[in-house]
């Protein structure tokens, strides 16, 4: 295998398939981790979770919630395996892999090694992380670690959490509520095509985001650590009057504006296509350049949004 896929001049690795747009038929090399099983240990202060790439996102969640291990409760229903989960660094209402990842394991593919190397070497960032750049298309994930404290608290600074009270709430609580609201907003892709949520949200300096708060009072935006603000990407979209535009068959889905969906017959440059109109609205009105957080896949290998 390592043979094979050292002299391949591309590789897509698969957990789900939900994070991925094709645009043509691709013709590398296809790497899809199907195995399963999950251990648990645990010390004084924290429960210790070695999961294999293969297993669902989601149901690793529930396992946890079931055995009384909280901490990644912010993240369910994202969609796709627990080995994409490092690749993107994924996240949902204030909470990211990063802060819960104690190491990622991957197979090397020049020598055949596994390796395995912490959470500080994945050098993760927002939607980002080493396996989107250094070790691209040149590892692929097949464990991850996790270390959730056993000292919970609950992250409520997004959305419809903030409304609980700290004091009083449970990771069950929040866990049924996020799941309640990705539900109602969030479109099944077996039913409606759709990457999840197509934009990142684009992070902006203090002083941007006082400008924009001037002209824009109502903004949406999240206070960072290092003084840059975070701002909701289907609130930009969605002001840009943009929220159930169609081109064509794909279409700014009508409940949430930071989903793009297949409306029947839409190619992957069709979405492409919308993509790029929507960032140019967009920036435009604000200002502010939007980008894919899918990956985008042509014929010879991962690029940028073309049409």
Same mark, same amino acid.
């Given at each position: ?14 957990g789900g398939g939900s994070n991925l747009v094709f645009t043509q ?115 692929? @994930?097949t464990a991850v670690g996790f270390r959730l404290a056993k000292d ?99 279409? @700014? ?55």
């Amino acid at each position: 295998m390592s043979a094979t896929m050292a002299t391949t001049s591309a590789y897509a690795g698969v957990g789900g398939g939900s994070n991925l747009v094709f645009t043509q038929d691709f013709y590398g090399t296809v790497v899809r981790v199907l195995s399963k099983g999950m251990k648990v240990s645990e010390d004084e202060e924290a429960f210790y979770l070695e999961v294999e790439a293969g297993e669902n996102w989601h149901e690793l969640i529930q396992f946890t919630l079931e055995h009384g291990i909280f901490g990644l409760e912010n993240m369910a229903l994202i969609p796709g395996t627990v080995g994409a989960a490092p690749i993107q660094n994924i996240g949902a209402y204030g909470v990211e892999l990063c802060d819960v990842c104690n190491w990622v394991e991957y197979l090397d593919f020049a020598s055949g090694d596994f390796v395995r190397i912490s959470a500080a070497e994945c050098q993760f960032a927002y939607r980002e992380s080493i396996f989107k750049n250094k070790l691209r298309n040149l590892a692929v @994930v097949t464990a991850v670690g996790f270390r959730l404290a056993k000292d919970w608290q609950p992250r409520l600074g997004y959305g419809p959490l903030q409304s609980f009270d700290p004091a009083t709430i449970s990771a069950r609580e929040i866990f049924d509520r996020v799941c309640q609201v990705r539900n109602e907003k969030l479109p099944d892709p077996a039913v409606l095509g759709n990457a999840g949520s197509f934009f990142k949200n684009p992070i902006v300096s203090a002083a941007c985001y006082v400008d924009l708060a001037q002209r824009f009072p109502t903004i949406v935006g999240y206070a960072q650590a290092n003084t840059t603000v975070k701002l909701a990407a289907g609130w930009l979209i969605e002001q840009a009057g943009l929220k159930g535009f169609e081109l064509g068959n794909a279409a @700014v889905h009508d409940k949430q504006a930071l989903v793009l969906v297949n409306r029947g017959g839409a190619t992957g440059r069709d979405i492409c296509r919308l993509a790029l109109h929507v960032i140019a609205q967009v920036q435009g009105k604000f200002g502010v350049v939007l980008e894919a957080e899918p990956r985008i896949m042509g014929a010879d290998g991962e690029g940028d949004l073309y049409v």
